[in-house]
T-cell receptor, first 115, second 112 residues
Framework: EPEVTQTPSHQVTQMGQEVILRCVPI?????FYWYRQILGQKVEFLVS????????KSEIFDDQFSVERPDGSNFTLKIRSTKLEDSAMYFC?????????????FGDGTRLSIL | DAKTTQPTSMDCAEGRAANLPCNHS???????VYWYRQIHSQGPQYIIH???NNETNEMASLIITEDRKSSTLILPHATLRDTAVYYC?????????????FGDGTTLTVKP
């Protein structure tokens, strides 16, 4: 069964450094998402992306964050200058279409640890 | 998105059916009910979704009441590997690649 893959599984970065999290969505999917989950807290929506532009973003997704689909397969989340509070699990998801009848399929996440 | 209410935790004996309830009394007519689960340290796993008819797939069954104000996810023969947090989510019907809003979910513990 096709799946969303994320790399790396664990990223350790010094505060203030830039980090790029990578995702390979399911191949025929067109809609892409990033979520995060701080340890012990809920899964939170960050951003959705379609047709090379952001469709929706949350308050968490401030100017330090950016997303990109640099080629036909990868979808990336960049945090420009990391803070301690960015430590979390980051999940990528994709769906075949838009609308509430289209399931989102999630990867197993990247654990980001900011020192 | 309509708010959902789930019990904090439930136990189930291995081999028995697990019935996980969810209330979504403010659901709108064209909003879908989704169920995901999250096994420790993994990403949310899609289980099933439905609008108003009952649905069944290889993982589970979804029973939605006629008034659509509540639903039940049924795992027919729970195994130890079904121990997870189960999330009931109502997805907004807008066409803007709607996000999923996760609550606290139900922690299901399957016991031998």
């Amino acid at each position: 069964e096709p799946e969303v893959t994320q790399t790396p599984s664990h990223q350790v970065t010094q505060m203030g450094q830039e980090v790029i999290l990578r995702c390979v969505p399911i191949s025929n999917h067109l809609y892409f998402y990033w979520y995060r989950q701080i340890l012990g807290q809920k899964v939170e929506f960050l951003v959705s992306f379609y047709n090379n532009e952001i469709s929706e973003k949350s308050e968490i997704f401030d100017d330090q964050f950016s997303v990109e689909r640099p080629d036909g397969s990868n979808f990336t989340l960049k945090i420009r200058s990391t803070k301690l509070e960015d430590s979390a699990m980051y999940f990528c998801a994709s769906s075949a279409g838009r609308g509430s009848n289209q399931p989102q399929h999630f990867g197993d996440g990247t654990r980001l640890s900011i020192l | 998105d309509a708010k959902t209410t789930q019990p904090t935790s439930m136990d189930c004996a291995e081999g028995r059916a697990a019935n996980l309830p969810c209330n979504h009394s403010t659901i709108s007519g064209n909003e879908y009910v989704y169920w995901y689960r999250q096994i420790h340290s993994q990403g949310p796993q899609y289980i099933i979704h439905g609008l108003k008819n009952n649905e069944t797939n290889e993982m589970a069954s979804l029973i939605i009441t006629e008034d659509r104000k509540s639903s039940t996810l049924i795992l027919p023969h729970a195994t130890l590997r079904d121990t997870a947090v189960y999330y009931c989510i109502v997805r907004a019907s807008n066409t803007n690649a709607g996000k999923s809003t996760f609550g606290d979910g139900t922690t299901l513990t399957v016991k031998p």
